[in-house]
Every structure is written in C-alpha cells, then in structure tokens.
C-alpha cells in the first residue's frame, strides 16, 4: 500500500524515525500520479523538478532539526490552479491564462512552503473556480476516483481526486460557494472552508472577491487542522484578511461532542435531498447524540433567498474581476483585430468558456445602472439576512449540520446543460460563503457505492468547533481510511 | 451688453498627491523620467491575484485637503469599482470612491478682478491614476500602442467644484486659488504641464434670471490656465450662438484643442460610459475617527488668505506686496526669515518680489531656494536704507550675490562699491561733470529743474553708481546757485 494512504502525523513520525526520507515519499506520490493520473486527470501539470530540490531541503532539515520542524516538512501536497505559484504556470482552468507564469506565489502557498510542504504541482478545476463538477475546465476532464463516469464535484475537484486518489497528503482549494465542501463530499475527503478573513486572499486569482476562501483537502480532520495552522492567519497584503487567533484546532480533535448544542435546520432538510444522503445523515445525527451532543431543530429561515443572492453577487464581482483578462498582457490574445473593441472581445471570446461568459454577462447587467437597485442592492440585503440568521442560530446552538450536498457524485454531462441544476448543486454550502461563517464537509458514509459527506457549519472564527465535530464523526462513522478502488465498500456507512 | 444667457460652470481638478509611494501598493508615486514599466508591481500591473492595501499618508493627505476647503468629514466612507476598459488601465476597473466619498459640502473662496468669490465643493475624494499610452502617429490611425504604466496606481484627489461660476474668467482664477492652497498644503506640486494637476470643465448657459439649466457639456483636455479660459469662452460663444438661433445643446463631452482654439466633439450623451460602479470588496470600509480629523485639523498649515492678511497686517505691506509675497509659503518664509534678519519690512517686501524675483524667474528657482540666504537680502536691504550703496549698485550686487551666494557686504568692500559721501571726492566729480555739460549747467540755472537731473545722472556715471545722489544734488544746487 501506498505510503500516501497515511495520515500526515504518521508520515511525519516516519520521516523523523528515517523509515523513509522525504524524496521517498516523494518518488512514491510521483509514481502514483504516474500510474493513477492519467485516468484521473486531477493535475494539470506537476513540477517534478522543483519539487525534488524541495524534497531533498526537507531531508537536510529533518536530520538538523528533526524536533522543531513543522508537521509538513517533507509531506507531498498540491495547489488547486487557481493559486498564483511562483514560476509555475498558473492557468485558473482558464485559455485566456495559458503561458501565465506568476512572478510572485499566494500567501497560502508561501507558507505550506515555509512549513517545507513539497509540492508536486497544480491541480484542475472549472474555469476560475466557476461550476460545481470540474466540467468547466478549459483543458481535461477529472475524473472521481470512485467512479469513473461520474463527476469529483467541483470546483476543487482536481484537489479533492489527488487526495482520495492519494496522490498526495493534501492539497489547497478555494471555496466560493461550496467549491471545496463539495468535492469533498462526492470525493470522500475532508474539505474546510475557513471563515471569510481566516486566510489570506492573496495571490488567489479572484472569482468573487467577497466570497472567496482558501481551504485545504485532506484525508483526515487532523490532517486539515495541521494544514489550517499553517496557512491560516493575517496578511498586510490582504486587507480583508483578519487578526482574529485561530484557536487550538489540534487540541478540538479530542474533546468529543458531549455537550455541545447541535443544530438541524429544518430549511435545509427541507430540501429535495437524495434517500441515500439522507439515510447517511440520519445516522450521522443518531451517533452524535450518542455520543452526547444535543441535537436542536433550528430555523435559517433566509435559506430559500440565498442561492438567488448568491447568483447576483458573485456574477457581479467576476465580471469586475475578470476585466483585467483583457488578451492585452495574458493568453493567446486576440491576432490583429480593426479597433479595440474588437480586440477585447476577441481575446475575450477565444479565452472564456461558456460557463465563464455567461456569469460575466449577467454580472454586468445586475451591475448597469437601472438594474443596480432592482439586483445587486437586494441581493446585499439578503446577504445581510442570511447573516443574521446565522448570528442568530449560534446564539443558540454552537454549531449546524447538514449533508453537504443533495445527492452523492452525478454523472458527466448529465447537467451540462442545465445550468440552474448545477447551480442548485451548492445550495446547501453557498449560504455560509454569503454569511462569511466557518464550515467543513468529513466523510460521514456511503450511497449506493458512493461518498458521503457531512456538513458542520460554526461561526464566524469558530473553526475550533467544526473540527471538533467532524472529527467526532470521522471516529465514529470510521470510513476514511475506504480508499477507492477498495473491495467491499458498504452500502452505507456502519 | 450683457448677454441674456449666463454660463454656469463647474470645476473637477484631479491632483496627484506627493506621497511617497502609490495608492494601493509600494511602488514610488514618482514615475517621470524613467525607463517604461519599471515603476511596477504585481500589485498596480494588476496581475490576477494581487489585492490593493491602502495608502494611510494619501488618506490624511485627502483629509487635510478636504479641512483646508472647509468640507465636511463622513464618519464612514469607502472604495468603490468604477468599471471600464481601455489599455491604461490594468485591472479593467479604477478604485474610486463613488457614494460615500471621504468628503463632502467644503467652498473656496477666491479673488477674481478685486472681488472675492464663493464656490462650493461638493465633495474631495480619492482615486488611483492610470498608466499612459504612446501612439504610433494620431490615436485614430495608428497601427499600434504601447502602454506605460508607470503612472498606474499614482494616489489622484479628486476635487468636484459646484457649478457656482458664472463667467470664464473664474474658472482660472479658481483654479490658481485651489492650486496655490494644495501648495500651501503639500500635497501636490501644481504642475499643469507635466500632468500632476489636471482640470475638466462643465458648462451649461441658462436665460438670466432663471434657474432651468440647459444641457450641460464636459470640456476635457486643458492643460493651461489660459486654455482653461479660452475653452470656456470658446464654448459660451458657441452655445450662446445655437441658443440664439433657437437650435439645441448637446449634452456631450469635448475636447479643446489648444492648436486650433476650439472645442471638438469627443462623445455624446448615448455614448456615455456606463460604470458599473460597486462596493470595492478587496477593501475594507474607511472608519474616520473625530479626534483623528480634529488631530488634522489642529495641524493644518497657515492657509492663502490668512497668510496673506496677517503679513499685510503685521509689516503695513501692499495688498500686492503681500499678495505677491505669499505665493507660496515658502516665499513668505522667506520674506519673514529677512525681516528677522533686521530689514526694515517695506524695503524688504519691495527688493523681494521685485529684484530677487526677477532673478529667480530668470532662473527657474524658488525665491526660497536660491543661494541668496534671508540674511544676505537683509544686509543688502538695509546697505541700501541707510545709504551705504545706491540703488543701482545694490542692484548689481544682488545679481552677483544671486550667483556667487557672497554676502553683500564683502563684495561692497572688495569691490570698492559703498555709497561716496565724502564732499571733497565728489566735488571732483562734479567739476568734471559740468565740464563736459555746460548747456545743462546754464540751463538750469535759468530755470529749467530737469537740467539737474541729466547732471545728477552724469555724476553718478562719473563715479560708478557709488556717489550718494541726494548729497551730489544738493552739492550741485550749491554750486550752481540762480540768480
């Protein structure tokens, strides 16, 4: 079995022991990327060389100072494509971005560097992070591990394929409206998407700048709050990063749910949720009780609002966002075109998908005075709706649960054409994106052969108590260690 | 005759602020003179990923501007996108502020032909500048473009005037009031050539006594008080013309060109822009806290106006000596700096703006950076009050002094220049003079005044401008005595 099939505490403890040194495991990771990726389609190009020197720094660290080294130091990781890394070209999914080869790396991946993570590359995704099964994406197809006609979520679904694949350790994703909860979910992984401010933005190729986050994929919640206390934390370079302190994510792990008020809101269950994911979440509810927490039926009575918001919000900042990708200094350009206009819409045409366009051109029209009011102003008060919903509700509970999505891992193609049943895909994750609060998505079970995940939501800052549930569930549904390709999977989990 | 349509004009300046380094990232704001591109950063080249971080010295710069133009300080303000696209601009959208800007309701009062003006100012905010574009040949026509940006990201204040003007010949004048009081500032250099200063009009003529306006048109691309003037005059006539011929304005925006002295079209009302304009979300909002503005406020430099009535007031100056010495306030520095030097004030006011001026203009260097030091004009100043040198000679000693940066003093010593008063000296002077000017001589002494004159002249040729004149004067009446 494959050294990656460990967690990342015992890679490290096996690092420091010498029973293999970190350029071993790294050959190890290369190989299974080698054998499994080419099918998988999780990484859109790897960095071999680079990641060797890396591979070779950790080994001389480890033998100087194996004691005060982080967790990561030597531990093989990737970065979904929309992080800027520095001298790797970095394509967001995107033609209009091929050739682009950032001079400077996001804050994130500076410190998994720092920490002495090695990288083996960038990972697919849809197409600057817009769509919810990785079918966006402007250059291949990913596929899930766990089965092969079906989607990996999206849009870290290169992120979450390289982790249950286990290609490497973990992985970084962005998260604007679910993108690394879901995959999670239909991948098996855990997924965080930290609180709007707990990492820093920068060097993130922006979707919706006010609801972007960066979070890491893992196999394990320890795994994640070892990741999370690397990256996390403020960034003068981001000015909507924030101060606020991380709390003592590792030491959540093992304080048990006993106690702990948990919520169950009804607007979510409410929702056309697949037998299956139900069945997993039942279960999922019936062993935190047992294990002590009290379970809470809550209202968030703004839900039904929010995926309308969301789809007002984010189009408007991408067609800001998206501007500067103007064929003048990235991507394949526009030829010779007779005036400027034709320029930009050239360059434009041949460098954005469909999926791309269309949130560009609802994006500007929300935004076009006439309509400003009517859209975007109505969307922010409901934005400011769901928010206090969710100050209210943890005023009562100390965290919700859901499944994290409707139904498990659908197959390709099968909403390509129907966009408002993609969208309707995120619209148990987007409303925590529009409120800014804490979340994750642990393996809770299985349907019908396929991953389930569940969704803990905490507050705004309150990572510590999403840790401490998923990892209460992790112990408790026991499936993380069903890799794909394993026989016997269960029906469901237990 | 006055004219039944009455131009209503207001001002938007767009100034760059001296900070040290741009509005939303660490590159130097000083961008002239330097190869192409090499004053950038991911950040203002706008490379996807970057986020803006705030420049805290342009906000208090913004601030102190907004104070000394009497405007009111929101509590809570914010960034805004205004969205467009165009080559120099490297996001494809500005940081502007657009609802909720840091400053609102302030004035500017001005002096235009002896009366003071009052113009509003709705509001004082702050933007990012662009970068530049270099045409092959005319924009219309050339094949390609290079853009620049150095500029991008430069901190620009944007001041918007109310309409309150109601004749061109205000506008400049407006114009050099704000322009002196963001010199006074510090906050800007006032370079209207080089761009650091840059002024659009708005225009619209409505009948006298009514309030209804008519169609309002924008002139752009004035880069001179006097083209500011010219533009508008340009435009009154014009639109004064269709008015009359009962034919309608067009709400456009136009371009004046100095080369022709006209105004040309550049983009009707249905051409207009649509901005998209949206809370910045890179950017948190701006929280103005009241003892930080009172903090500013306390610290506000002497401002024009005060400058100029306190020195009128405490050295019994001209309203144009104290105009003229408090052009900058650097200037006035100076001016005080040689009265506290021990110059009687009058003479001192007078040998600076007239002679030293000169020079400097001559020059192109500020009174107050010039090598004559305030206590050098002092001791020339009073050389000259108390009689030790002419004025003539002193005059050729400032020019000296002005290029050696000698104290006048030595260069009266060593060049044998002081003031003769001695009789016996000038009594040589003077048989000499009328010597060679007998009709003179005999022509005043009939009568004839100015004749004393043209020999006073000769005397002082005589003696190289060192002989004191009123004792030569008196020396000649004596020794031409009338019958």
């Known amino acids: 079995m494959s050294l990656l099939a460990r967690p990342i505490a015992e890679l490290a403890r096996g690092l420091r022991s010498r029973d293999f040194s970190s350029v071993e495991l790294l050959e190890s990771a290369l190989a299974e990327v080698a054998r499994e990726d080419g099918e998988l389609g999780a990484f859109l190009r790897t960095t071999a060389g680079p990641a060797l020197v890396q591979a070779q720094r950790a080994d001389r660290l480890l033998s100087d100072d194996p004691a005060s080294a982080s967790p990561l130091l030597g531990i093989p990781v990737a970065y979904k494509d929309v992080l800027c890394t520095k001298g790797v070209e970095t394509t967001a999914g995107s033609r209009i971005l091929e050739g682009f080869i950032p001079p400077f790396s996001a804050t994130a991946v500076e410190r998994m560097e720092a920490a002495g993570a090695v990288s083996l590359g960038k990972l697919n995704c849809?197409?600057?992070?817009?769509?919810?099964?990785?079918?966006?994406?402007?250059?291949q197809a990913t596929r899930n591990p766990w089965a092969a006609d079906r989607v990996p979520g999206g849009s870290s679904g290169g992120s979450?394929?390289?982790?249950?694949?286990?290609?490497?350790?973990?992985?970084?994703?962005?998260?604007?409206?679910?993108?690394?909860?879901?995959?999670a979910s239909f991948c098996g992984v855990v997924g965080v998407k930290p609180s709007y401010g707990r990492v820093s933005r920068y060097g993130l190729i922006a979707f919706a700048s006010s609801l972007d986050q960066i979070g890491p994929l893992t196999k394990t919640v320890e795994d994640a709050a070892l990741v999370m206390q690397v990256i996390a934390g403020v960034d003068p370079r981001d000015s909507t990063s924030s101060p606020a302190?991380?709390?003592?994510?590792?030491?959540?792990?093992?304080?048990?749910?006993?106690?702990?008020?948990?919520?169950?809101?009804?607007?979510?269950?409410?929702?056309?949720?697949?037998?299956?994911?139900?069945?997993?979440?039942d279960q999922s509810a019936t062993l935190l009780a047992a294990a002590g927490a009290q379970?809470?039926?809550?209202?968030?009575?703004?839900?039904?609002?929010?995926?309308?918001?969301?789809?007002?919000?984010?189009?408007?900042?991408?067609?800001?966002?998206?501007?500067?990708?103007?064929?003048?200094?990235?991507?394949?350009?526009?030829?010779?075109a007779a005036n400027l206009m034709e320029a930009y819409e050239r360059a434009r045409h041949i460098g954005f998908g469909p999926e791309v366009r269309r949130r560009i051109a609802l994006g500007t029209y929300v935004l076009s005075s006439g309509y400003y009011d009517a859209y975007y102003l109505r969307a922010q008060k409901v934005r400011t709706l769901v928010a206090k919903d969710f100050e209210r509700v943890f005023k009562e509970v100390d965290c919700v649960i859901s499944p994290t999505a409707p139904t498990t891992a659908f197959r390709m193609g099968e909403r390509v054409a129907d966009p408002l049943a993609m969208y309707a895909t995120d619209l148990l994750t987007l409303p925590a994106n529009l409120a800014g609060v804490s979340g994750i998505s642990v393996p809770a079970g299985f349907a019908d052969g396929l991953p389930v995940g569940l969704q803990v939501l905490g507050p705004y800052m309150g990572e510590a108590t999403c840790f401490r549930v998923a990892a209460a569930v992790e112990e408790m549904a026991q499936v993380w260690q069903i890799r794909p390709g394993t026989k016997g999977v269960p029906e469901a989990a237990g | 005759?006055?004219?039944?349509?009455?131009?209503?004009?207001?001002?938007?300046?767009?100034?760059?602020?001296?900070?040290?380094?741009?509005?939303?990232?660490?590159?130097?704001?000083?961008?002239?003179?330097?190869?192409?591109?090499?004053?950038?950063?991911?950040?203002?080249?706008?490379?996807?990923?970057?986020?803006?971080?705030?420049?805290?010295?342009?906000?208090?710069?913004?601030?102190?501007?907004?104070?000394?133009?009497?405007?009111?300080?929101?509590?809570?303000?914010?960034?805004?996108?205004?969205?467009?696209?165009?080559?120099?601009?490297?996001?494809?959208?500005?940081?502007s502020q657009f609802d909720l800007p840091l400053s609102i309701n302030g004035c500017l009062e001005f002096e235009v032909e002896g009366r003071v003006v009052r113009a509003g100012i709705t509001r004082v905010h702050l933007e990012e500048d662009a970068g530049t574009l270099h045409h092959a040949g005319e924009i219309h026509n050339s094949a390609f473009s290079?853009?620049?940006?150095?500029?991008?990201?430069?901190?620009?204040?944007?001041?918007?005037?109310?309409?309150?003007?109601?004749?061109?010949?205000?506008?400049?004048?407006?114009?050099?009031?704000?322009?002196?009081?963001?010199?006074?500032?510090?906050?800007?250099?006032?370079n209207m050539e080089e761009g650091s200063l840059r002024c659009d009009a708005n225009i619209s003529l409505r009948r006298r006594g009514t309030s209804t306006l008519g169609a309002k048109v924008e002139v752009k691309n004035m880069n001179s008080f006097r083209s500011i003037q010219r533009a508008l005059e340009f435009e009154l006539a014009r639109q004064t013309e269709l008015l009359e011929q009962d034919q309608p304005v067009a709400q456009e925006t136009r371009g004046w060109s100095d080369l022709e002295q006209v105004t040309v079209s550049q983009r009707s009302k249905e051409e207009a822009q649509e901005y998209r304009y949206f809370p910045e979300?890179?950017?948190?909002?701006?929280?103005?806290?009241?003892?930080?503005?009172?903090?500013?406020?306390?610290?506000?430099?002497?401002?024009?106006?005060?400058?100029?009535?306190?020195?009128?007031?405490?050295?019994?100056?001209?309203?144009?000596?104290?105009?003229?010495?408090?052009?900058?306030?650097?200037?006035?520095?100076?001016?005080?700096?040689?009265?506290?030097?021990?110059?009687?004030?009058?003479?001192?006011?007078?040998?600076?703006?007239?002679?030293?001026?000169?020079?400097?203009?001559?020059?192109?260097?500020?009174?107050?950076?010039?090598?004559?030091?305030?206590?050098?004009?002092?001791?020339?100043?009073?050389?000259?009050?108390?009689?030790?040198?002419?004025?003539?000679?002193?005059?050729?000693?400032?020019?000296?002094i002005f290029e050696s940066g000698a104290r006048p003093a030595e260069v009266v010593a060593s060049k044998g220049l002081g003031q003769v008063s001695d009789t016996d000296r000038l009594a040589t002077f003077i048989e000499e003079a009328l010597a060679g000017n007998q009709k003179a001589a005999a022509d005043y002494q009939s009568g004839n005044d100015r004749a004393l004159g043209s020999l006073v002249g000769a005397v002082m040729a005589l003696s190289k401008g060192t002989a004191n004149p009123k004792l030569v004067s008196q020396l000649l009446r004596d020794r031409l005595p009338r019958s």
């Open chain 2, 146 to 190: 290079l853009v620049d940006l150095n500029r991008a990201g430069v901190p620009l204040m944007e001041i918007v005037g109310e309409p309150d003007l109601r004749h061109p010949a205000e506008a400049p004048a407006y114009l050099a009031a704000l322009r002196q009081t963001l010199i006074y500032l510090g906050v800007n250099d006032g």
């Open chain 1, 245 to 281: 302190p991380s709390g003592d994510l590792l030491g959540a792990l093992k304080s048990g749910v006993a106690g702990l008020r948990v919520g169950i809101p009804k607007e979510y269950l409410a929702m056309a949720i697949e037998a299956g994911v139900r069945g997993v979440f």
């Open chain 2, 281 to 400: 979300p890179d950017l948190p909002p701006l929280v103005i806290s009241r003892a930080y503005v009172e903090e500013l406020r306390a610290a506000l430099p002497e401002l024009p106006r005060a400058a100029r009535r306190r020195l009128q007031e405490r050295y019994q100056l001209t309203a144009d000596q104290a105009r003229l010495i408090a052009e900058t306030a650097a200037d006035a520095a100076y001016f005080e700096a040689v009265v506290a030097a021990g110059a009687v004030p009058h003479a001192a006011a007078n040998w600076q703006v007239q002679n030293l001026q000169a020079l400097c203009n001559a020059a192109h260097v500020p009174v107050s950076g010039c090598r004559v030091l305030p206590g050098s004009l002092a001791e020339l100043v009073t050389l000259v009050v108390t009689e030790q040198v002419s004025g003539a000679v002193a005059k050729e000693v400032l020019a000296e």
């Open chain 1, 160 to 183: 979450a394929v390289a982790v249950a694949a286990r290609l490497v350790s973990a992985t970084l994703g962005t998260d604007t409206g679910g993108s690394i909860r879901l995959p």
């Open chain 2, 1 to 95: 005759m006055t004219s039944i349509w009455e131009p209503v004009i207001g001002l938007e300046v767009h100034a760059q602020l001296l900070t040290a380094s741009k509005m939303f990232c660490g590159c130097r704001a000083q961008y002239l003179g330097i190869p192409p591109n090499s004053n950038t950063c991911p950040v203002c080249l706008g490379l996807p990923g970057t986020l803006p971080v705030i420049n805290q010295v342009a906000v208090e710069l913004t601030i102190r501007t907004a104070l000394a133009l009497n405007c009111e300080i929101p509590e809570f303000s914010k960034f805004d996108r205004k969205n467009y696209f165009y080559p120099d601009l490297p996001k494809g959208y500005q940081i």
């Open chain 1, 295 to 336: 379970l809470v039926d809550v209202s968030l009575p703004s839900t039904e609002y929010a995926l309308a918001a969301y789809y007002v919000i984010a189009p408007a900042e991408v067609s800001s966002n998206l501007a500067r990708m103007d064929g003048v200094r990235f991507g394949p350009g526009f030829g010779t």
């Open chain 1, 126 to 139: 849809d197409e600057f992070a817009m769509g919810s099964s990785n079918e966006n994406s402007a250059f």
